[in-house]
């Protein structure tokens, strides 16, 4: 089993900035990749960014040159770092993890935080 436990979120307003936490434990010596998911209210669930465990980075197109997804080991903890946020980047954003298993790979999810962009 893998927690995910995601801080960070709030109301900013567009243009602003945010720095979304995540930090996995337990069974995570299989770790593939983490990432972080966003939800709008009506739409569904999208990838926002994503680091693997070579350290490459995803993103999705809306987000690139405004997001940085990293990770710091010492500190066990992946960041999402939002600048320039707009009101479309509203939504519950998730923490996720792939954990490789013997026939594939398991998702894990965080609770999610909200995250609210006034224009």
């Known amino acids: 089993q893998v927690q995910l436990v995601e801080s960070g979120g709030g109301l900013v307003q567009a243009g602003g900035s945010l720095r979304l936490s995540c930090v996995p434990s337990?069974?995570?010596?299989?770790?593939?990749?983490i990432g972080w998911y966003r939800q709008a209210p009506g739409k569904q669930r999208e990838l926002v960014a994503s680091?693997?465990?070579?350290?490459?980075?995803d993103y999705a197109e809306s987000v690139k040159g405004r997001f940085t997804i990293f990770r710091d080991n010492a500190k066990n903890t992946v960041y999402l770092q939002m600048n320039s946020l707009k009101p479309e980047d509203t939504g519950v954003y998730y923490c996720?993890?792939?954990?490789?298993?013997?026939?594939?790979?398991?998702?894990?999810w965080g609770q999610g935080t909200q995250v609210t962009v006034s224009s």
């Open positions: 996720n993890a792939k954990i490789a298993t013997m026939i594939g790979r398991d998702d894990y």
């Open positions: 680091i693997g465990s070579g350290l490459r980075t």
């Open positions: 337990g069974n995570t010596f299989r770790l593939n990749a």
